[in-house]
């Protein structure tokens, strides 16, 4: 059974930093990117950052750039997304998904994160609050 299992949400200050975890079991972690996506009450889900867990490449919202860093430890399944410099308009929940990815650069991309519905696996998500 796939599981996506995110955790490190909560209340920080404009300004202030978190990390986010997505735990990631019942798939060979290799073969699949792993995305991030947030949805604010209201709006639609977004986009954020994805990794090729196959050779680490990365991609990332033009919002983000500069501001969020997505790294995964391969060895324990796990992708992380450090959250610096946060804005009140982060506020949302954020959501780890995964797809399968045999041709690298085709679902992490800035079409992938684009297209929600791409992705086959999605975790509960993790509140992010970001206060002013």
């Known amino acids: 059974e796939v599981q996506l299992v995110e955790s490190g949400g909560g209340l920080v200050q404009a300004g202030g930093s978190l990390r986010l975890s997505c735990a990631a079991s019942?798939?060979?972690?290799?073969?699949?990117?792993i995305g991030w996506f947030r949805q604010a009450p209201g709006k639609e889900r977004e986009g954020v950052s994805c990794?090729?867990?196959?050779?680490?490449?990365?991609y990332y919202a033009d919002s983000e750039k500069g501001r969020f860093t997505i790294s995964s430890d391969n060895s324990k399944n796990t992708v992380y997304l450090q959250m610096n410099s946060l804005k009140p308009e982060d506020t949302a929940v954020y959501y780890c998904a995964a797809v399968s990815d045999p041709f690298v650069g085709y679902y992490c991309s800035g079409y992938g994160l684009r297209v929600p519905s791409l992705w086959d696996y999605w975790g509960q998500g993790t509140q992010v609050t970001v206060s002013s």
């Open positions: 990794i090729s867990s196959s050779d680490g490449s990365t």
């Open positions: 019942g798939f060979t972690f290799d073969d699949y990117a």
